[in-house]
């Protein structure tokens, strides 16, 4: 395997309609993939239709993107991101929505009447911007608002008339409650518990507020384009609608069908309103068609409704796939039974039919994942020309994912050729090639190799990694020999097995050292025992983050004025695969050194090579000088400076520029008691930050006396200093001690 540099993205600055449900990807990775794998105009072909976003910018770049789809809500936000209805559109259908007349009502006034409450400082009555409620109760506790007339603002306590209204309407609530039941399935259909179950996310207000709109608009002819809008506006209001904002929000991105135990319930009138906003703002038009119309070679998107099996059959002929890309789908009981809802609500029951398994099953556990992804490489095989790459991205990564993935990839005949991993909080960005096929031997697992690729990982990055880190340490190796499944094993066992067997490999050597404060493997981090680390052949590895900082510092010499994607661009192909550098180090190395104009990052002229060689020298000259009065002889030794007397060191300075203290204990090892390591003051920040992310290197420091160069400076400047003042001054201000929590990115 070549693991490759992690490509660097942008965080969306609109992160789209239905964002806690699509994966959450940086803006601009595939952009810069893409060019170097596959010729512009060529065919791409997405197996997953997982993240609307993708696809979008691959097709917007000039490729032809072909993309299975089979949830219906998540085709209806790839079409509509492709081809927005405009802003005229939304806002002409919402304002026939408005006018239509419920009774001798207008429609709007009706539905907004269902949030009015009393404003507690001036009596009005006024619309509130959300209610709040605990899990099992019959009425909100609390209202949020802000009074249009008085301006008092925030959450308040329920009233009578708000406990009122919300009983008034649950009254009613059976009726509406078996017409949003009927519009997804028929009464005799063998789901309807599946899909009674599935409408009880709903309170009644919000359920009798989307009954109302979606029947209204049945009769209302809007033209097609208006129609598109208001169902993108509908489909916005039923996710918003549902029981799952916690509040505070505490899981703001759902996977299972949980009620928290204080949630929202949010005005749904505003958030029409507010949905044109969400979908006009993302939103840029590219050619977009249902297979197998043709799209034009200038890029666009083809969506191909049916099974990935039955699209290898038929694609495989006509289309030549170059490139695939794609966001690996992670199971989602609550997005997949929530889209089989909507698409009931907004299209009827023929539209959920291909997808009503989704309602039926309650569990998705990693076995399952294992086995439908390993179905949907295995079709995709049969496509694809030899060779062909495959960039994967998997988001909201947890390690039984990660095993899940490779696992099920592995096995279906592709070879996996890099695996790049920022931080468990990133997307991990995966390089496959379609291999030989799928007659290969499968090797059996041995725990030596496993044990000897988180050596070696450790080794290389000579500072503790997280448990996801050696985690994909293993299972790269792991890849690499088909070891991750026996032939005829299932794959709830295989992946059961990869997992006792990391395990053991981690528990069971001594070379290895957990630091977590809980008991199970996967916590905490995972480094190696410090005889280990500072064994003269490990010389050569400074620890990542030291590497990193003089890295950055010098791409800076050279390049004043970058910005930080410039950065992380430098950077990256430096720390390729596992070692990718975390934001915040970065982050950290920046304002310890530089200054930020803009966007721009420049290094202080404190800074500069040359200012700080010539503090260096002042300080070294001092030294001596102020060692002599004190009856000490100077020497230089490598990069440090001793006081010796009668040939026994009395102390032994390090004077960085640098927070580079990792190497200054490595080579002073064996005199802590009489070292001290002087730093300016600019770096405190970060050697602090380093000593929180590595625990051995925070223990390490204890011993050791830090400190700043203007306390030496002040030492070395006094005029009566006698060496029992210097003794006690020398640790009188030292650097922030590292607190005991790991700072895990
Ligand atoms: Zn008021």
Redesign the pocket.
């Known amino acids: 395997m070549d693991p490759q540099s992690y490509i660097p993205g942008m965080t969306p600055a609109d992160p789209g309609p239905l964002s806690r449900f699509t994966p959450p990807l940086e803006e601009g990775v595939i952009s810069r993939w893409l060019p170097l794998h596959a010729p512009m105009g060529s065919w791409l072909l997405d197996p997953f239709g997982f993240s609307p976003r993708l696809v979008l910018e691959a097709a917007r770049m000039g490729y032809r993107v072909l993309v299975a789809v089979n949830n219906p809500i998540t085709r209806f936000l790839l079409e509509a991101a492709a081809k927005p209805p405009t802003e005229a559109d939304f806002k002409a259908a919402l304002a026939d929505l408005a006018v239509a007349k419920k009774g001798d009502e207008r429609l709007s006034v009706h539905l907004q009447s269902l949030y009015l409450t009393t404003?507690?400082?001036?009596?009005?009555q006024?619309q509130a911007e959300a209610f709040l409620w605990r899990k099992g109760e019959d009425a909100p506790y609390a209202r949020i608002y802000t009074?249009?007339?008085?301006?008092?603002s925030g959450e308040r306590a329920t009233a009578h008339d708000d406990i009122e209204r919300a009983r008034r309407i649950a009254s009613t609530d059976s009726l509406h409650r078996s017409r949003a039941f009927e519009r997804v399935a028929a009464l005799d259909d063998d789901d309807r518990v599946y899909v009674e179950e599935a409408i009880q996310f709903y309170l009644p207000r919000p359920l009798y507020f989307l009954t109302t709109v979606i029947n209204r608009l049945d009769s209302l002819n809007l033209a097609p384009e208006r129609r598109r809008a208001m169902n993108a506006l509908i489909l916005v209001s039923c996710d918003i609608g549902n029981t799952l904002w916690g509040h505070p929000s505490e899981r703001p991105r759902p996977k299972q069908l949980i009620i928290p135990s204080q949630f929202r319930e949010s005005n749904l009138w505003s958030q029409l309103e507010r949905g044109i906003g969400i979908w006009t703002q993302t939103a840029s038009s590219v050619a977009c068609e249902a297979w197998p119309q043709k799209i034009p070679e200038t890029g666009g998107i083809c969506i191909y409704e049916g099974r990935l099996k039955d699209l290898a059959h038929e694609a495989k002929k006509e289309i030549p796939i170059i490139a695939v890309i794609g966001s690996v789908p992670r199971p989602n009981q609550a997005f997949w039974t929530l889209s089989a809802l909507w698409a009931g609500w907004l299209w009827g029951r023929d539209a959920v039919e291909p997808f009503k398994i989704a309602l039926r099953r309650r569990r998705y556990d990693w076995a399952w994942n294992a086995t439908a992804l390993h179905a949907a490489f295995t079709h995709m095989f049969d496509l694809l020309p030899l060779g062909t790459p495959f960039f994967g991205l998997l988001p909201e990564t947890e390690s039984p994912f990660l095993t899940s993935v490779l696992t099920a990839a592995g096995t279906a005949g592709f070879d996996l050729k890099s695996l790049a991993l920022r931080t468990e909080h990133d997307p991990i960005q995966l390089i496959w090639r379609g291999g030989e096929h799928l007659k290969r031997e499968m090797s059996e697992p041995n725990i030596d190799d496993v044990r000897l690729a988180i050596h070696e990982h450790l080794m290389e990055r000579g500072e503790p990694a997280s448990y996801m880190h050696v985690h994909a340490a293993a299972l790269i190796a792991l890849a690499e020999m088909h070891a991750l499944k026996k032939r005829n094993q299932e794959f709830d066992e295989a992946l059961r097995d990869t997992q006792t067997l990391i395990q053991k490999a981690l528990e069971g050597d001594s070379r290895f050292v957990h630091y977590s404060a809980g008991e199970n493997v996967d916590t905490g981090l995972w480094g190696l025992r410090e005889t280990i680390a500072a064994h003269p052949q490990n010389e050569a590895h400074d620890s990542l983050s030291d590497r990193v900082e003089i890295a950055i510092v010098s791409f800076l010499q050279k390049n004043p004025n970058s910005i930080f994607l410039e950065i992380e661009d430098d950077l990256y192909p430096h720390f390729p695969g596992l070692l990718t550098p975390p934001k915040a180090m970065i982050y950290s190395v920046l304002n310890s050194y530089a200054e930020r104009d803009g966007g721009a990052w420049k290094l202080r002229s404190e800074d500069l090579a040359s200012a700080r060689r010539s503090e260096l020298n002042t300080i070294a000259g001092t030294l001596e000088s102020v060692g002599s009065r004190l009856g000490y002889s100077t020497h230089k030794q490598q990069r440090s400076y001793l006081w010796q007397e009668d040939d026994q060191i009395r102390y032994v300075f390090y004077i960085l520029a640098s927070a580079l203290v990792g190497r200054a204990i490595a080579e002073s090892r064996n005199q802590p008691d009489h070292t001290i390591i002087v730093i300016p003051g600019g770096r405190a920040a970060l050697a602090t930050y380093k000593a929180q992310r590595d625990p051995a290197l925070a223990r390490q420091l204890k011993n050791y006396r830090v400190v700043k160069y203007r306390l030496l400076r002040a030492l070395l400047e006094r005029p009566t200093l006698t060496r029992e003042t210097f003794e006690q001054q020398i640790g009188s201000d030292p650097i922030e001690k590292p607190k005991a929590q790991i700072v895990m990115f």
């Open positions: 404003c507690e400082k001036c009596a009005q006024i009074c249009p007339h008085c301006g008092d």
